[in-house]
């Protein structure tokens, strides 16, 4: 199962932004909405608050113990909703169509993913759209730190054999530059917190710290567990860039 803590955590730090974006996404309200990669159904959730007794909403995930966590949230839901155990990659055929589909943070997931998308495009019933956000492990930085740590970090990280992909940006806009679809949508957007950093930021932070002591080197980790001892909350800042697409084939 995905570990639910982390990504409620995670959740719970981006609140604020993460009800905007679903807010923003319900606005020309699609009837029937597919998460992908749904998890414990977060995104879903934002969206049912979003919509109207109409909506349907299907998350799909290939984690069993996962769905049943998202089925049992999803009692309080007002809109309809069901869950599909799918391996997304190898039962592509087997997602339905929707007016709105959902790729959040799913991308480091795949391995072939212009074939992968140009399949999912056609799973897009007229009018609807494609809504992908992206995050990049490049382009995750907190502060303030030296220069030279910093690249050690970022380099040793680079090399790490993560079990999906961490940097995937490059590659989503190669294969749009392939498939050209058309884009309503192509930016790039920044979530930032300065220090201090509240309780729920601060919680979802020491776990990306944690995560990134496991994956580098000797040296890393102890230029990470000094940066934490000698840079107070106070004078901290955290920011992240995510790539945001919404296609409309
Ligand atoms: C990072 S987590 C949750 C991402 C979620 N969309 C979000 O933004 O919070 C990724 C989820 O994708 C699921 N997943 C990973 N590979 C998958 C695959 N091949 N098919 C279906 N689900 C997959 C995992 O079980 C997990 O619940």
Redesign the pocket.
Known sequence: ??NYNW?IT??NAKIKERRLFAKKIMENNPSKII??????G??LELLDKNSNNNTQLIG????KK?LEKATDRAKKWKSQSSFLH??????IDEIPKADLI?????Y???KNIKSFTAKLLEKILPNGRLVI?QYDGTVFKFGPMNYYDRQKIENSLMIYKHD?THYNIDRIWETLNELNPKLIDKRFEIFQRNGPFNRPFQKYFNNEIEWMKGKVSTECKEILSEWIKTVPNSKRYFFETELILTIQP
């Open positions: 199962m995905s990504l995670h959740h998460d992908i990669g749904c998890g414990f977060l995104w799909i995930d290939n984690d996962t799918i391996n997304i990659e190898n039962q959902l790729m959040m943070n799913m480091g997931y795949i956000k999906y």
